[in-house]
């Protein structure tokens, strides 16, 4: 893969910077963060405007027919904003289970709305006491008549408070897991929305006998739901490199300007190499990133790739974020500061789709296929 920007790339990735920078100060995010829901419907339209959000959608479907490139450049300029439109959750996840799964006429009728931010789907696949990567579903479809009714509890499901439509996995009576479209604002459906510690909004929902239909025909959609959650990893990735870098600069700005015993901190050599300590984490972080995009570009979609490229990028954020509030003293984590939101995004991502722990764990039960010397 060629790793250089095409002209088309590169304006893509400034105009989403200089829309999000026009929008975006730490004012205005603190302000969107206090209403609901949580995000800027105006910006949320303008990116739909320059069909950001059907980066992903092919082009028969309202959508523009893009790749994974342009997806990472977005996410990693959300990233750097802290911009909270949920483009991956609403948009990007959907869209792709819908192509992977869904139907012509599913597919006709929402990858279009999805497109032009008009409809807002949540993929609710996460359940209450399971460690990702669990499949161990306890959510169940039950046959009835033509479709299927929904007995179980979905949570977290990333904001699921704005989504119009859900697409549920749940137990099939043959024993697959199937995907299910699901009116979340029908009797039998009750939504419980929330606020996260980063600032972002969330939904459990309770099904009793909801009415739901199979998206497409695909009885045992345990092989999408990878595919998909392996795409998710390497967004969440771009998003990180985004905000980390952000972080960094803000903390070797804080050095230049801070001063103590008349000189600036920067003069203290300990600090300086803990900040050049810090820039490494974060090419290191971006080199993984740009490994899994580009994996994802070539057509692979290998959980090893993903969970390699989530494992060290997870180890930078830590690394960055800790050392940002070290850095900067008792301001790094004070609200009126932009680094300790940049922080808090970083570890809600890092416990998103899997902590340091489960991605460890992906690794170390594939080693057996690694081709390893004989001791």
């Known amino acids: 893969m060629d790793l250089a920007l095409t002209d088309e790339q590169t304006m893509l990735r400034d105009t ?19 209403t609901d829901p949580g995000w800027n419907r105006t910006v949320w339209k303008q990116l739909a ?18 790749g994974p490139v342009e997806v990472m450049l977005v996410q990693e300029e959300l990233g750097r904003a802290l911009a909270p439109e949920p483009v991956l959750d609403a948009v990007v996840i959907p869209a792709e289970l819908l192509k992977l799964t869904g139907s012509a006429e599913q597919k006709q009728r929402l990858l279009p709305a999805l497109a032009a931010g008009t409809t807002l789907l949540a993929f609710a696949h996460n359940e209450p006491g399971q460690r990702w990567p669990s499949t161990e579903l306890t959510t169940t479809a039950t046959a009835d008549g ?45 939504r419980r929305t929330y606020r996260t510690f980063d600032g972002r909004r969330g939904a459990q929902f309770d099904f009793d006998g909801a009415t739901a239909a199979l998206l497409g025909d695909t009885v045992d959609a345990a092989e999408p739901i990878a595919l998909v959650q392996g795409y998710a990893q390497a967004a969440l990735c771009a998003e990180s490199v985004g905000a980390m870098e952000v972080a960094l600069t803000l903390t070797t700005e804080y050095l230049k300007t801070r ?22 984490s974060l090419e290191l972080a971006r080199s993984m990133s740009l490994f899994a995009t580009a994996a994802l570009a070539d057509g692979g979609n290998d959980p090893v790739v993903a969970s390699r490229a989530r494992l060290q990028v997870g180890k930078s954020a830590e690394h960055i974020g800790q050392e940002a509030i070290q850095m900067h003293g008792g301001i790094g984590v004070t609200a009126e500061y932009p ?7 970083l570890t809600a991502i890092g416990q998103t789709l899997g902590g340091a722990l489960e991605h460890r764990r992906v690794l170390a039960d594939r080693v057996g296929g690694y081709d390893l010397p004989e001791l």
């Open 16 to 34: 989403v910077r200089e829309l999000l920078h026009r929008f975006y100060d730490g004012e205005a995010l603190a302000k969107a963060g206090e």
């Open 49 to 66: 405007d320059l069909g950001v959000l059907g980066l992903t959608i092919p082009e028969d479907d309202g959508g523009v027919g893009a």
């Open 146 to 190: 033509d479709g299927y009714t929904l007995t179980g509890v979905k949570n977290p499901v990333l904001h699921g408070d704005v989504a119009d439509e859900l697409i549920v996995s749940a137990v099939l009576p043959g024993g697959g897991v199937g995907l299910l479209l699901v009116d979340p604002d029908q009797a039998g459906v009750h």
């Open 259 to 280: 001063k103590q015993f008349g000189v600036t901190l920067s003069k203290f050599q300990t600090l300086t190499q803990r900040a050049a300590d810090c820039y490494v």
């Open 339 to 345: 680094v300790s939101h940049y922080v808090a995004r």
